[in-house]
């Protein structure tokens, strides 16, 4: 996450996330951007990231907040599934198949995020946009300012406390309950209780 105040441009080194997915993210940064023939002071201009931070992250000596993750894969034109292939991926079904997954508690894969953990609750199926995500959220850490994207998020506590700032005002949501928004809306959310605050989160378009 970002600090307040600090400007896009400016973005320094964070310690690489412990999370083994999220580790893979720099190289795999690098070999996109060069695929794409995209020089890294152009995906600079074009995600309103510095191009030092760009390269820190590139080389793995710092860790990418997934929201800025986000504006680096438009930037890019992909889609967050690209940075994370290790992710199972169902085969594409027909036009008239009956589409569904199941995942077991104990195959949910785990992504850590600024210190925030994200367990997967689905795999990603082709034609399916829901992202189904449990979230655990820790106490402290950096309160980033709200921001707009494409898509929907609905996040339902389960425990703890979140504040929820929506088109500059706050919300304090505690266990069971639930917010739902078009995520274009300016917002973000921030955990400033003593304990982990877990939430099942569902979003679109899918990050992973």
């Known amino acids: 996450m970002r600090p307040p105040g600090r400007a896009r441009g400016d973005e320094s080194a964070e310690p690489v996330s412990g999370g083994a997915d999220l580790n893979a993210v720099g190289p795999r940064l690098r070999r996109l951007r060069q695929e794409a023939g995209i020089s890294l002071r152009q995906l600079a201009q074009r995600s309103g990231l510095s191009v030092g931070f760009l390269s820190q992250v590139e080389r793995g000596l710092s860790s990418i907040a997934l929201t800025r993750l986000h504006e680096v894969a438009a930037a890019l034109g ?3 599934g690209e940075f994370f292939s290790d992710v ?12 569904f997954t199941v995942t077991r508690a104990a195959e949910r894969r785990r992504v850590e995020s600024s210190g925030q953990h994200f367990e997967l609750l689905s795999a990603r199926v082709p034609g399916l946009v ?21 898509g929907e998020e609905f996040a339902y506590v389960l425990s703890g406390e979140l504040l929820y700032e929506v088109a500059g005002k706050e919300y304090r949501l505690g266990p069971g309950d639930s917010l739902f928004l078009r995520s274009n809306t ?23």
């Open 78 to 80: 992909l889609s967050m």
């Open 88 to 99: 199972p991926v169902a085969s594409p079904p027909d036009d008239d198949a009956v589409v």
């Open 130 to 150: 829901l992202e189904p995500m449990l979230v655990h959220i820790p106490p402290g850490g950096q309160r980033e300012p709200a921001a707009g994207h494409r």
């Open 186 to 208: 300016p917002h973000s959310l921030y955990n400033d209780g003593t304990e982990t605050t877990v939430v099942i989160s569902v979003v679109t378009p899918r990050h992973y």
